[in-house]
């Protein structure tokens, strides 16, 4: 059985989640989407919000659980009986980011990290641009799947 971790914070998440989730679902058997519960950040959505707006997102799709967390993304990997992360990836920064981690986490658990880059339409969104145009009123509804669709 292949199951992925897909780990974020996901506040909110956007169209470009949804994009590498839904390509996601063609590679693995099932992906457990990950919210991870960091007490020094700050979150826009409650964590109660951003795991309504994932499951809402996701209600038709059998192989899609959503679940929270803390602490380290191996170690809920290795709870989870899980063998891959799923990452996406937007520009060469992402990479850099992301492979560091990647290798790290491979090192410390032997888990293999599975990166999918964004589709040209929504590389350019992420969550803390979403949450800047949400803070200053603007047009937030082409960037979030319809389930974000509700704070103004």
């Not at 909110?12 to 390509?23: A, M, N, Q, S, V």
């Not at 959503?66 to 009986?81: F, P, R, S």
Request: net charge positive.
């Amino acid at each position: 059985m292949r199951k992925a971790i897909f780990p974020g914070s996901f506040d909110p998440i956007t169209l470009g989640h949804e994009d590498i989730i839904k390509r996601g679902v063609s590679l693995f058997d099932e992906i457990v989407i990950a919210i991870g519960v960091n007490a020094e950040k700050k979150y826009m959505f409650s964590l109660e919000e951003r795991k309504r707006f994932i499951e809402e997102t996701f209600k038709d799709e059998p192989k899609i659980s959503v679940i929270t967390y803390e602490g380290l993304t191996i170690d809920l990997a290795k709870n989870q009986k899980a063998h891959f992360i799923l990452r996406g990836l937007r520009n060469p920064a992402d990479f850099e980011f992301e492979k560091a981690i990647a290798h790290t986490n491979r090192k410390l658990s032997k888990i293999e990290t599975v990166f999918l880059l964004t589709a040209a339409k929504t590389s350019f969104i992420s969550s803390s641009i979403v949450r800047d145009v949400l803070r200053n009123g603007g047009e937030y509804e082409m960037l979030v799947p319809e389930a974000v669709r509700v704070k103004k």
